[in-house]
């Protein structure tokens, strides 16, 4: 069973339009996060939910709108996409009180 | 702000050498300290963690890292690498309390074999 699970894989997409990635984890955990990883292989952190409340809002485009129905996941919508978008998107999850974070297999996001 | 800083880039070494990796944080609490790993085309895989205890950490595959705290490092090691060890390698540290990973810009570690 894997623990932390985005949807899609890859994904292809022209300039402007506007897509969602999503992401579950099966771990109970309490906490969920995505970070964009760059052509670099930089990891930055974009949002972070606690109990599907907001805490973490690093500098992004108001353009990218995470979206916590439950606690068990966290969608990232992303609208009016443009090149630079493109990254590899990563999920992943913790619970309070622990150390460790779950990643998720992460979406190649390629926008032309 | 935190950061964490891994200096070298790039890395090429042929099997059964040693590996060294460096990580220096600039965070001056206590902090809680990892290594992450990402093979070719996978997601971010814990190698090891530190938060307390024994400043030596052993974790799986044969790697190791020693926490010096008066140094602000976590350095990665493993004494005889394999062509499987291609990846990148990924410093992360935290507050203690705090559950956000800061990630360094990790090294791209190549092994020939």
């Known amino acids: 069973d894997t623990a932390v699970s985005q949807t899609p894989k890859y994904l292809v997409t022209q300039m402007g339009n506007d897509k969602s990635i999503k992401c579950e984890q099966n771990l109970g955990h309490d906490t969920m996060y995505w970070y964009k990883q760059d052509s670099k292989k930089f990891l930055k952190i974009m949002f972070s939910?606690?109990?599907?409340?907001?805490?973490i809002n690093e500098t992004v485009p108001n353009r990218f709108s995470p979206k916590s129905p439950d606690k068990a996941h966290l969608n990232l919508h992303i609208n009016s996409l443009e090149l630079g978008d493109s990254a590899v998107y990563f999920c992943?999850?913790?619970?309070?009180?622990?150390?460790?974070?779950?990643f998720g297999q992460g979406t190649r996001l390629t926008v032309v | 702000a935190q950061s964490v800083s891994q200096h070298n880039h790039h890395v090429i070494l042929s099997e059964a050498a040693s590996l060294e990796l460096g990580c220096n944080y600039s965070?001056?609490?206590?902090?809680?300290l990892f290594w992450y790993v990402q093979y070719p085309g996978q997601h971010l895989q814990l190698l090891l963690k530190y938060f307390s205890g024994d400043p030596l950490v052993k974790g799986i595959k044969g790697f190791e890292a020693e926490f010096i705290k008066s140094k602000f490092s976590f350095n990665l090691r493993k004494p005889s690498v394999q062509w499987s060890d291609t990846a990148e390698y990924f410093c992360a540290v935290n507050r203690r309390g705090s559950y956000i990973p800061t990630f360094g810009r990790g090294t791209s570690l190549i092994v020939h074999p």
């Open positions: 939910y606690n109990n599907k409340e907001l805490i």
């Open positions: 965070y001056g609490g206590t902090v809680n």
């Open positions: 992943a999850s913790s619970q309070t009180g622990s150390i460790e974070a779950f």
